[in-house]
C-alpha cells in the first residue's frame, strides 16, 4: 500500500536568522525512504503544496515530519518535528486522518515549552496511485498554489494531477466501489490475517482474502479499470480543446506577473530569431508540430509519443507527458525518459515552459531530475519591421537524495545536455532565422531614425501651461479690479493720505491687496519658468559623438505614471543622463504625466566600456529653485546583457516613483569602432601608470574570466594576482582586475566563495602595515562608497558608522606590482580630476619588465593521491600534536627546514571545524631560493570519531613560477587498536595549478620527490620526540 503525505502551509514558525525570519523546508522520512520539499525564502508561515508518497511494508514504523532551517554556509538549523504512527492512519474509519494541523515539538526534552509552530498536513492511504480519498476536510483547505521550481521526485507528485504510472480514475467514483464493501473492509482490518494481507498485497486484493462473497479483484482488475481508463480518457479528450484556444485561455488568465529567471544550472541556448513570440512558441510546442519529430530523427530518438495538452488543478495549469527512448551514448546504454512540460506563463507574448526530465531506469536515476526551462520573450523590432523573439534555455538537477555521485551525475548531464541542445540550436536555425548580432548593431541607426521628436508650438504649449485656475482667477481679478476703477468715484483725503497715495481704508481692503500681490507673484513664476524652459528646449537632442572608441547612445522615447507634484495634478518632467562623468539632458515636456520625447543623445567616445548609466528625472521648478526628483535608476552594464538595453521599460526608484509605479522606455546601443586596438591601446596606457608590462590575454583566457563572474562578452582580463582575502579568517584565492571590475574567487576545501563590485563603487584605498595576522605583508584595504557593493558585502571584513564596507586583502605574490596596478585602474576610473590632482605620481622611471604570466585555468577540484602511509608505534593523541602549536610541532618544523615559523591559534569556524594561518621561510638546505610558504590548515574528526583529518592549501611566495599553483595537503591520523598503542597516518598531495606553463611536468616531479624526503623526517622526529618523552 501507499502512504501518500501532502505538505501544505506552516504557521507561527520561530525565527532562527538574524533578520528576524526563517528560511523553512520539511523533511518526510519513513523507514529508509526520504525526502523534502522546497525552500520558502524569508517567511514564518510559509506555504509549500506538495504531495508525496512512501510504500509501506510496516504497520509499526513512524512517519517522521521535520521542520528545518537552510543554512547557506552553515549546518541547517533544527526547528520542530512530529511523529505519526502508519497504524494510527490505517485505523482511521477511510484511512485517513484529513487535513489537520499539527503542533511540532523540539528535539530535546528539556525545550518542551518552547512553542515551534504548526503544520498542515494531509495524511492517507492510497492502494492506488490515481485514488483520490474521500472526506470531508478537503472542502476548506485553500487552493493550492502552483510551485514550478518545486523538487518532484519519483515517487512524489504534484497537487496539479496524477501520477503518470497508474491509471487515473475518475473523481466521482468511491474507494469502496472498486475494493468492496465499507463493511468487509472495517472486518478484515481487525483480523490478523487482513493485516497481513494488506501488508503483502500491494495491488487492493484485499476482497480475496475477507470473505467468499467479496468481489473478486482479478475480475474488478480486468473488467472495471479498463472501463473506468476508457471513461477518463474520453472525458479528457473531449474537454481539451485546440492549442491556440489553450493559449488564449492561458492569456485570459495571466495575472502580469514577470518571467521565471533562468534555472541555477546555467545557459544551454540564448538566441535572437526573426519571428514572433508567439509563432516560436507554437513551432515548439504545438502538438502539430514537426520540429520535435525532427529532433528525434536527428538524435536518434525513437518510440516518441507526445500527451495533450490538457488544463489540470481547476483549468489554472496547461501540462502534458512526453515520452521517448534516448539513444544510448558511449556512457550508457539506450534508456525511457518520460518528460513533463508545464506552462508556467503564457500571456500572449511571453512564454516559459517547465520540463521535467525523469530516467528512473538509469543508476542513481530515482534519486534526481533534470529540469529545463523554457523562456520565449518578444525582441526588438527588426529594421525591416518583422518581429523577433527571444529563445533562452536553461537548466538545473533536483535530487530527492542526498548521493556520493552527485557531481559525477551533474557533469555528465551537464555535457550531454550541452551536446544535446547544441543539435537543438542547430536544427531550430534551418527552420526559423537567427538574429546576427552584427546585423542588430549595424541596423543602430536605421532604428534610431524611425524616432521623430514631438513637435509642438509655442502657442499651444502656452495654452496648455497656462489655461489652469490659478492664471484664469488672476485674469479674472484684474478685470474685476479694473472695471471698480473704472466705474467708482474717487475718495476724498482722510487720514494719512495725500495727493497721489491712496490708502486702504479697512481690514477688508488690506487683505484683498495682499491677496492680489500674491496672485500676481505666482502668475510672474510662472512666466519665468515657461520661458527659462524653452530656452533649455532640446539641449541635447542630435548633438552627435565625437572621437573613436566605444560610444554610447541612448534613446529616450517615453514615460509613463510619473509623479505630479504640482497642484494641477501633473509635472514638467526632463531628463538627465550620466556615464563617466559626462551629462546629457532631455527637453522638458509641459503638464505631463505620460510624456513622449522620442529624442536621441550620444555620448563622446570613450576608452574603456562605462560601468554605469545613472538617469533622473526631474520636476522643473524655475531657473533659481532647486528640482524635485520624481525618480532615478542604475543601468549596470557589466550585469546586463546589450542586447536586453535595445529595447526596455526601466522602472523608477524612490518614494514618488516607486508609489505611482513609475518607468522610463528607453533603447540603449554601445558600440566598439575600434575593435581590438582598444583594448591594445587601453592597456599601453595602463603600462605606463603600472610600469609593468601587460600581456594581451587570449580569447580563451577571456572567455573563462567573463564565465567565472557572469560578465558580458566585452570585457577583458587585464591581470590577476594571488593573495588572502582576510576576514574573520583569511582565505587564499584570486584577484582578478579588468577595466570596469575587480572581482575575488576562492575554492577553500570545496567551498568557493565569489564576488566583484565596481571600480566606482570604490571611495577610498588605503595601505596598511604588514602585521601578524597578515602574515607579514602589507594590507590593501578597499571602502565602498555607501550603498554600494552590497551584492559583495559577505567578502567585506566590516562596515565602518557611515556604513561603507571595507575589504583587505594581503599576502600577494608581489606586492608592488599589484599595488601599482590596482592605483592605476581605479584613479582612471572613479577618481575625479581633482582627487587624481591630490595623488602623487610615482616619480621613479621604472623599465618593462616582462614576466611568464600564463593563462587563468579557473579552480576546480585537486586530484589528490595517498604519496605517504605508515603505522606509528605512539598514540594518535601524541602524533596530532604535530599540529597543535605547542612545543612539538616548533621542534619538528625547525629541523624540517621551516625558518621563523609562525602561527595563529585554533579557531572554530563553525560546528568541530577548526581554522588556522602559517607561514615560515624555507631553509637553504630545502631551497635555494630561501622561498616564503604561507599555508590555511582546516582539522576535524573523522566521521567515524577514531582520529583527525588536517587540511592543508600551502602558497609559496619568492620562488619562480610560485603564484602558477598551490599545494593540497590531507593528512589523516586514526587509531590502530589492533596494534595496541600505534596510530595510522596517511597523507594526500595534489597540485592545484592557477596559471598554465610549459614547466608543469618538471615542478610536479620536484616537489614529489622533496616532499616524500621531507614527510619522512617530520615523522622520524616525531617518533623521536616520543622516544625521548617516555
Known amino acids: 500500500m501507499k502512504l501518500v503525505v501532502r505538505v501544505i502551509e506552516a504557521r507561527n514558525l520561530p525565527a532562527m536568522d538574524l533578520n528576524g525570519l526563517s528560511d523553512p523546508y520539511v523533511r518526510l522520512q519513513l523507514g529508509r525512504n526520504r525526502f523534502r520539499t522546497k525552500v520558502v525564502k524569508k517567511s514564518l508561515n510559509p506555504s509549500w503544496g506538495e504531495e508525496f508518497s512512501f510504500w509501506v511494508e510496516d504497520l509499526s514504523e513512524d512517519l517522521v515530519v521535520s521542520v528545518l532551517d537552510e543554512d547557506k554556509y552553515f549546518n541547517d538549523d533544527f526547528v520542530g518535528q512530529l511523529r505519526v504512527p502508519v497504524s494510527r492512519v490505517f485505523d482511521a474509519e477511510v484511512k485517513s486522518l484529513g487535513t489537520t494541523w499539527y503542533s511540532l515539538h523540539p528535539k530535546s526534552k528539556k525545550s518542551r515549552s ?56 475518475p473523481s466521482g467514483m468511491r474507494m469502496e466501489d472498486i475494493i468492496g464493501s465499507k463493511e468487509e473492509k472495517l472486518n478484515a482490518q481487525k483480523t490478523i490475517a487482513g493485516r497481513i494481507a494488506q501488508i503483502f498485497v500491494k495491488n487492493g486484493d484485499l476482497a480475496s482474502c475477507t470473505s467468499a462473497g467479496s468481489i473478486d479483484s482479478s475480475e474488478l482488475s480486468e473488467t472495471s479499470i479498463p472501463e473506468v481508463y476508457e471513461n477518463k480518457l474520453e472525458e479528457q479528450s473531449s474537454s481539451s480543446c485546440s492549442f491556440e484556444e489553450s493559449m488564449k485561455r492561458m492569456e485570459s488568465t495571466d495575472q502580469g506577473n514577470e518571467c521565471l529567471s533562468n534555472l541555477p544550472g546555467g545557459v544551454l541556448l540564448d538566441q535572437l530569431y526573426v519571428v514572433a513570440s508567439s509563432e516560436l512558441n507554437s513551432f515548439l510546442f504545438a502538438p502539430d508540430s514537426n520540429f520535435p519529430r525532427a529532433l528525434a530523427d536527428l538524435q536518434g530518438t525513437t518510440e516518441l509519443q507526445q500527451g495533450p495538452w490538457v488544463f489540470e488543478n481547476g483549468g489554472d495549469s496547461l501540462k502534458r507527458v512526453v515520452t521517448y527512448i534516448k539513444a544510448a551514448s558511449k556512457l550508457i546504454k539506450a534508456v525511457k525518459a518520460t518528460e513533463d512540460q508545464t506552462y508556467l506563463k503564457a500571456d500572449g507574448k511571453v512564454f516559459a515552459v517547465l520540463a521535467s526530465v525523469s530516467t528512473p531506469d538509469v543508476m542513481y536515476g530515482s534519486t534526481f531530475k533534470a529540469e529545463v526551462l523554457y523562456c520565449i520573450t518578444p525582441g526588438p523590432e527588426m529594421p525591416s519591421g518583422e518581429q523577433s523573439s527571444r ?122 491687496c495682499i491677496l492680489l500681490v500674491i496672485q500676481g507673484e505666482r502668475v510672474l513664476k510662472m512666466i519665468a519658468r515657461f520661458m527659462q524652459a524653452r530656452a533649455q528646449k532640446g539641449s541635447d537632442h542630435g548633438v552627435k559623438a565625437q572621437g573613436d572608441g566605444w560610444l554610447l547612445t541612448v534613446a529616450l522615447i517615453e514615460g509613463s505614471n510619473l509623479a505630479a507634484v504640482d497642484s494641477s495634478g501633473f509635472s514638467d518632467p526632463y531628463v538627465v543622463f550620466t556615464t563617466n562623468g559626462k551629462t546629457r539632458t532631455s527637453s522638458i515636456k509641459f503638464q505631463k504625466s505620460d510624456p513622449l520625447w522620442n529624442e536621441i543623445f550620444e555620448f563622446d567616445a570613450m576608452d574603456e566600456p562605462p560601468s554605469m548609466l545613472d538617469v533622473e528625472v526631474l520636476d522643473f521648478d524655475g531657473p533659481f529653485d532647486e528640482a524635485t526628483s520624481l525618480g532615478h535608476a542604475e543601468i549596470n552594464f557589466v550585469k546586463t546583457n546589450l542586447s536586453d538595453l535595445a529595447d526596455v521599460w526601466i522602472p523608477l526608484q524612490g518614494k514618488l516613483a516607486q508609489a505611482c509605479q513609475s518607468k522610463l522606455h528607453l533603447r540603449i546601443f554601445l558600440n566598439n569602432t575600434r575593435g581590438n586596438n582598444v583594448v591594445k591601446e587601453y592597456l599601453t596606457k595602463m603600462e605606463k601608470e603600472v610600469g609593468k608590462k601587460i600581456n594581451l590575454r587570449s580569447p580563451q583566457t577571456n572567455s573563462a574570466f567573463q564565465k567565472l563572474f557572469g560578465l558580458p562578452p566585452e570585457e577583458f582580463l587585464i591581470n590577476d594576482f594571488t593573495c588572502h582575502l582576510k576576514r574573520k579568517m583569511p582565505m587564499q584565492g584570486r584577484l582578478f582586475m579588468s577595466a570596469r571590475i575587480i572581482g575575488f574567487h576562492a575554492n577553500l576545501f570545496g567551498h568557493k566563495t565569489k ?18 595576522s597578515s602574515m607579514g605583508s602589507p594590507i590593501i584595504v578597499m571602502t565602498l562608497r555607501k550603498g554600494r557593493g552590497m551584492d559583495a558585502r559577505h567578502g567585506a571584513k566590516s562596515q565602518d558608522a557611515q556604513g561603507r564596507l571595507k575589504f583587505h586583502f594581503h599576502s600577494f605574490v608581489s606586492f608592488n606590482v599589484a599595488q601599482r596596478t590596482i592605483m592605476a585602474l581605479w584613479k582612471a576610473r572613479s577618481l575625479s580630476p581633482e582627487q587624481k590632482v591630490r595623488i602623487v605620481e610615482e616619480s621613479e622611471s621604472k623599465s618593462l619588465q616582462t614576466e611568464e604570466t600564463g593563462s587563468f585555468l579557473g579552480l576546480e577540484d585537486v586530484y589528490m593521491p595517498e604519496v605517504y602511509s605508515s603505522v606509528l608505534s605512539l598514540p594518535a593523541n601524541f602524533c596530532v600534536e604535530l599540529f597543535g602549536g605547542g612545543e612539538l610541532e616548533y621542534r619538528v618544523m625547525q629541523k624540517a627546514g621551516c625558518l621563523n615559523y609562525s602561527l595563529t591559534p585554533w579557531e572554530l569556524d563553525k560546528d568541530g571545524i577548526y581554522v588556522r594561518q602559517i607561514c615560515y621561510k624555507f631553509d637553504k638546505c630545502v631551497s635555494r631560493y630561501r622561498g616564503e610558504a604561507v599555508s590555511t590548515q582546516q582539522r576535524s574528526l573523522l566521521p ?87
Open 114 to 169: 518552547r512553542d515551534c509552530g504548526e503544520i498542515l498536513l494531509n495524511i492517507f492511504f492510497s492502494q492506488n496511485s490515481g485514488f483520490m480519498p474521500l472526506h470531508s476536510d478537503d472542502d476548506h483547505v485553500p487552493p493550492l498554489r502552483k510551485h514550478p521550481d518545486v523538487t518532484i521526485e519519483s515517487p512524489s507528485r504534484s497537487f496539479n494531477g496524477s501520477s503518470r504510472s497508474s491509471s487515473p480514475m
Open 391 to 512: 529563445l533562452v534555455i536553461s537548466w538545473r538537477m533536483n535530487f530527492s537524495q542526498n548521493t556520493m555521485m552527485k557531481s559525477m551525475i551533474e557533469g555528465g548531464a551537464r555535457q550531454g545536455l550541452k551536446d544535446s541542445y547544441a543539435q537543438y540550436g542547430n536544427l531550430l536555425a534551418q527552420n526559423v532565422k537567427p538574429v546576427d548580432p552584427n546585423d542588430a548593431g549595424s541596423n543602430k541607426e536605421q532604428v534610431l531614425a524611425s524616432l521623430q521628436a514631438e513637435r509642438q508650438s509655442d502657442w499651444k504649449l502656452a495654452v496648455q501651461y497656462f489655461v489652469n485656475i490659478t492664471v484664469v482667477s488672476t485674469i479674472f481679478a484684474v478685470l474685476y479690479v479694473s472695471t471698480h476703477i473704472w466705474i467708482a468715484t474717487p475718495s476724498p483725503i482722510q487720514g494719512l493720505e495725500f495727493v497721489g497715495l491712496d490708502l486702504p481704508d479697512s481690514i477688508g481692503e488690506v487683505i484683498v
Open 755 to 772: 564576488f566583484f563590485f565596481l571600480w566606482e563603487d570604490i571611495d577610498d584605498i588605503q595601505f596598511e602595515t604588514a602585521t601578524l
Open 944 to 1030: 567515524d570519531r577514531n582520529g583527525w583529518v588536517i587540511e592543508e592549501v600551502l602558497t609559496l611566495h619568492g620562488v619562480p613560477l610560485g603564484d602558477h599553483f598551490n599545494l593540497h595537503f590531507r593528512y589523516q591520523i586514526e587509531h590502530a587498536p589492533s596494534k595496541g598503542k600505534a596510530c595510522h597516518i596517511c597523507v594526500y598531495f595534489g597540485i592545484a595549478w592557477l596559471k598554465s606553463t610549459r614547466h608543469q611536468k618538471r615542478i610536479s616531479k620536484n616537489i614529489h620527490s622533496n616532499l616524500q624526503d621531507r614527510l619522512k623526517l617530520m615523522v622520524g622526529e616525531v617518533e623521536k620526540e616520543f622516544l625521548t618523552g617516555k
